[in-house]
């Protein structure tokens, strides 16, 4: 199965860009890269996803290097709302052609004002 | 909408009892899922279902049932609570797509207590 490697924890200041990386090194040609995060207390939330092109939306851009083998979730303002922890995911897994998502450790955002 | 909903909030179990965890959406999704999350640990995948009548297994599956009656609804079951079994439950839940990325939705968690 294809891993994901991310930093246990990142700080930032509010205000600030933040570039949170994440390794993919064996990403199979199919895998959709995709961010959640989990604010404290919560389920987690969609961020965002891509394949192969960089991607941007109200909440973040995703940078994807031309090979896969790494991308970067930029938060370009980050405020205190945005401390939490970022999933970077490749699989999705059991169930078929989309499945359910497979989880690690992530990276913790904390946000200093 | 609102989305994925989880009942209870909090649950505090005694060693032996037995509980369900309520789950439902109201997006007309056919996947639902169950996971678990331990004391900082990412979610692992307990049971899933990809449509009424239909479930399976996930990665730790043991001490938990579920069914799928309705496409709303997708209970899990703790037959005979375990202190192994203390944890944070979210179920999430997107729709069925093969040509088009759906994200998952997740409800808020049930966080379980077994004494």
């Known amino acids: 199965d294809a891993k994901t490697t991310q930093p246990n924890s990142m700080e930032s200041n509010e205000e600030e860009p933040v570039h949170l990386p994440c390794n993919h090194s064996?990403?199979?040609?199919?895998?959709?890269i995709h961010w959640y995060r989990q604010l404290p207390s919560q389920g987690p939330e969609y961020v965002i996803h891509?394949?192969?092109s960089n991607v941007n939306n109200r909440m973040a851009s995703l940078a994807i290097a031309e090979d896969r083998k790494s991308s970067t979730l930029i938060l370009h303002r980050a405020t205190l709302r945005d401390a939490a922890v970022y999933y970077c995911?490749?699989?999705?897994?059991?169930?078929?052609?989309?499945?359910?998502?497979?989880f690690g450790k992530g990276t913790k955002l904390s946000v200093k004002p | 909408n609102a989305g994925v909903t989880q009942t209870p909030k909090f649950q505090v179990l005694k060693t032996g009892q037995s509980m369900t965890l309520q789950c439902a959406q109201d997006m007309n999704h056919e996947y639902m899922s169950w996971y678990r999350q331990d004391p900082g640990m990412g979610l692992r995948l307990i049971h899933y279902?990809?449509?009424?009548?239909?479930?399976d297994q996930g990665e730790v599956p043991n001490g938990y049932n579920v069914s799928r009656s309705t496409t709303e609804d997708f209970p899990l079951r703790l037959l005979s609570a375990a202190p192994s079994q203390t944890s944070v439950y979210f179920c999430a839940s997107r729709l069925r797509g093969v040509d088009t990325y759906n994200e998952q939705f997740f409800g808020p968690g049930t966080r379980l207590t077994v004494l």
């Open positions: 891509g394949l192969t």
């Open positions: 064996t990403i199979s040609g199919t895998d959709y």
């Open positions: 995911i490749l699989k999705w897994n059991y169930g078929g052609s989309q499945g359910n998502l497979i």
């Open positions: 279902s990809v449509g009424a009548g239909i479930t």
